[in-house]
């Protein structure tokens, strides 16, 4: 090629790129100007490679990859080429690579570029993760079409053959990838290319299609190929609004950015970019763990392994192959309240829910109406308690549509960024996350279930114009009693929800010394203890998942301090607990044990009636009994003051299956009173207690008061409930000595309330200590708070 001809094509392709880059966005929206580059590149790449003398029997072959390879040109992106060649004497390659390369440096465009046989290109694709994935979008843009095939054809040929050899590579390198860049939809400036949810994550969807381990398709409609256009267009117009090739959406060009996608200024663009790169994130999330579960299947151990065991969870859930599945007698087109037992059952026991499992329930069930049973209401308070666990399977939910049906009030806030720049989250995460936080407070209020839906639902005022929290107070009203919630309870969170700021605010700006302060403080709480335990712990939590920034030493101090001239203030203590009276006859059945089961409105839950004979002791054979056969302890009140020996009334949930027969429990409970556990039974125990839940969320605590109904203590034992735990406090207090007058057993959610009424010689602080003892702990290693930039 001579010289002029090079100025020629370096000046056709200077002035294409100037003309296509200077068009009014009317005229060239963003994907019609990747469009008009790439037909500009491809003529002009192939008219310099037919100045150079490479034709389609010329041995050479020029492959395109990168943005080019897949059509996606940004305006200010390397062109990534690579020059294939066949090994033939007397031929000079450098030569021929120069004639292709200085006219394409002239022009000013960035290049990327390389000269390699086939066999060179394949060789390093295989040593190397990242070129083997490049090699994937690689097409041939002139010359030997048969010779670049080789490479085509071969590398995703090699793909597929050493994908189980390299799958560990290829996760390890998106996650440091993910790690380094952050999640687009938490930052204030993304980056579109690498972040989590961003173009890589779409190109590793497709990675794995290409090696037949995933359909590349969402498991649920999601709307993949939008959300990809999404990102793909916010980069184009990043680039053209900056006039670099950037890929971190900074703040000066959101306005500009926004606006030229017609979504309007960079807040809206933010919600539109949360929505597509979650999108994103949450198929690639998926599709990496498909893949994981083909991989496992592949080979002679999978081979000779046997189907997995479907291990039940709960009614209608079981898990199946380390995931959450239905289970076959599933009532799924029946039950709206099965994706939300599934979730549960996820987040309890820390699994995935299949994504086939989501497609059915996307498309099966129904949605649900009118006031929530019992059960789903202590099914979402399990999810919300269960940490971090309930991130992926929130999010599973979301991204599915699902999580909306259980809660439409959630999509005023779905993808809401925030305009106060010390949220690092979006609105509707920065919820999840501050539920999160929560769980670890679970077991230091009264009232765990109010902390849990305070912290899910106190900014979903912020979908409307004004006082957020005067808003949140007006949406939650409605919820909290659709929930089921009693009428006391509803006032109590609608009132922490309309002063979820009070505290924060009041202990920065006012003296809490000031009895001026505390009044203050009481009359917005209108004197509610309930509701200012509640919101000490909703405070500390909220501004913790706010930002890593807002709860500092200084401020917890000052809020500690207006939190206990308060409390000194406020008359009565939040959940005082009384002696219950049990009323139980003898309808039935032989004088010394009584038992009768009913069910309690629908689902799994039952109401008992127990008449049993003796006192502690007896309570310990009973709870061991009720564990063996699948009926865990809810609600209790229980009298063991004589005469007439132990009198309870419970209400107790199956889970799954079919409750036990009141005969057999009968005479079960008979057996063992008189000579303990048989061997069956004792059996069965261990089956119930053999669930892995993990660590707890929260820190057990035991709290030793005064009884003021007789001599002797309260034992308050507030914990994570565990199958079995309660037995096992029992005989804990038994063989201390202490004797047990009565019991009360609250259940919200996943934290358990036991409160035990002691006298007696045995009744003294050693007795919490053993308790304590065998109450679940956190794990060491994981740290309680902070935050969490993946999910």
Wanted: hydrophobic letters at 45%; glycine letters at 10%; a negative charge.
């Amino acid at each position: 090629m001579t010289a002029t001809a090079d100025g020629r094509r370096a000046t056709a392709l200077r002035d294409g790129r100037e003309k296509i880059l200077s068009a009014s966005r009317e005229s060239l929206s963003a994907a019609a100007l990747r469009e008009a580059l790439c037909e500009l590149y491809e003529i002009e790449l192939g008219r310099l490679a037919e100045d150079a003398g490479i034709g389609p029997d010329s041995g050479f072959a020029l492959v395109a990859l990168g943005g080019l390879g897949r059509r996606e040109v940004l305006p200010y992106s390397d062109l990534d080429l690579v020059l294939i060649h066949e090994r033939r004497p007397g031929r000079d390659v450098g030569e021929l690579a120069d004639a292709l390369w200085y006219p394409l440096w002239d022009s000013g465009v960035a290049l990327d570029h390389s000269v390699r046989t086939v066999d060179q290109c394949l060789s390093v694709a295989a040593s190397d993760v990242s070129v083997g994935l490049s090699l994937l979008d690689c097409r041939v843009i002139a010359g030997d079409a048969d010779l670049g095939a080789l490479v085509v054809n071969g590398a995703r040929r090699q793909w597929r053959d050493q994908i189980a050899s390299r799958f560990d590579d290829l996760v390890a390198a998106a996650g440091a990838r993910r790690h380094r860049s952050g999640v687009i939809a938490h930052r204030i400036e993304p980056d579109l290319k690498n972040g989590v949810g961003g173009l890589r994550d779409s190109q590793l969807v497709s990675a794995l299609a290409v090696a037949h381990l995933s359909d590349g398709r969402p498991a649920v409609p999601g709307g993949m190929a939008a959300a990809h256009r999404l990102v793909l267009d916010a980069r184009t117009e990043l680039h053209r609004a900056s006039g670099r090739g950037r890929e971190v959406l900074h703040a000066q060009y959101g306005d500009e950015v926004g606006q030229a996608l017609g979504l309007g200024d960079r807040f809206d663009l933010a919600r539109a970019l949360s929505d597509a790169s979650r999108t994103i994130a949450f198929t690639a999330d998926q599709a990496i763990r498909g893949s994981c579960a083909t991989l496992s299947s592949r080979g002679l151990s999978g081979l000779l392994r046997r189907s997995p065991v479907r291990r039940p969870l709960d009614d209608g859930v079981v898990e199946h192959a380390g995931e959450v599945a239905l289970a076959r007698d599933a009532r799924v087109g029946e039950d709206p309240w099965l994706p939300l037992r599934m979730a549960a059952a996820a987040a309890r026991f820390r699994l995935p829910i299949a994504g086939s499992t989501l497609g059915v329930l996307v498309e099966r069930s129904p949605a649900p109406e009118g006031q929530w049973p019992a059960e789903a209401l202590s099914d979402l308070l399990v999810l919300l308690g269960s940490g971090e666990a309930q991130l992926p399977v929130i999010e599973a939910l979301d991204r599915s549509g699902l999580w909306e049906r259980i809660l439409p009030e959630w999509s005023g806030v779905r993808d809401l960024p925030s305009r106060d720049r010390s949220h690092v989250y979006t609105v509707d995460r920065h919820l999840v996350q501050t539920a999160v936080e929560a769980s670890r407070l679970t077991t230091s209020v009264a009232r765990a279930d109010l902390l849990l839906l305070a912290a899910l639902l106190h900014d979903l005022g912020k979908c409307r114009d004004g006082d957020h929290s005067v808003n949140g107070a007006e949406i939650v009203g409605p919820i909290a009693r659709r929930m089921g919630l009693a009428v006391d309870d509803v006032d109590t969170l609608v009132r922490i929800v309309r002063h979820h700021l009070l505290l924060a605010a009041t202990a920065v700006r006012r003296d809490p010394s000031d009895p001026d302060t505390v009044d203050e403080v009481s009359a917005a709480l209108e004197g509610d203890a309930t509701a200012l335990d509640v919101l000490a712990a909703l405070t500390e939590v909220d501004s913790m998942a706010t930002g890593p920034t807002v709860w500092t030493p200084g401020r917890e101090r000052a809020h500690a301090a207006l939190v206990d001239a308060c409390r000194h203030r406020f008359e009565s203590v939040p959940g005082p607990v009384e002696a219950p009276k049990v009323d139980a006859t003898r309808p039935h059945g032989p004088p010394d044990v009584v038992v009768d089961l009913s069910t309690a409105g629908t689902g799994s839950n039952h109401e008992v009636t127990l008449v049993v004979p003796g006192g502690g002791r007896s309570l310990a054979v009973t709870a061991e009994v009720l564990a063996a056969h699948r009926l865990e302890i809810v609600d209790a009140e229980v009298d063991l003051r004589p005469p007439g020996g132990m009198r309870a009334r419970m209400t107790v949930s199956t889970r799954f299956g079919d409750p036990a027969d009141p005969r057999l429990l009968r005479q079960d409970l008979r057996r063992a009173v008189d000579s303990g556990l048989s061997a069956q039974l004792r059996a069965a125990l261990e089956r119930s207690i053999a669930h892995p839940l993990g660590p707890a969320q929260a820190r057990s605590s035991v709290l030793v008061t005064r009884r003021s109904d007789a001599d002797g203590i309260l034992l308050e034992v507030r914990s994570e409930d565990r199958p079995g735990l309660f037995a096992r406090i029992v005989a804990a207090i038994v063989n201390t000595g202490a004797r047990i007058d009565w019991v009360v057993v609250r259940t919200r959610g996943a934290a358990v309330e036991d409160v035990f009424a002691l006298s007696g010689p045995g009744a003294v602080l050693g007795t919490a200590t053993e308790v304590e003892s065998l109450l679940p702990r956190p794990d060491p290693a994981t740290p309680l708070g902070g935050h969490a930039d993946t999910l």
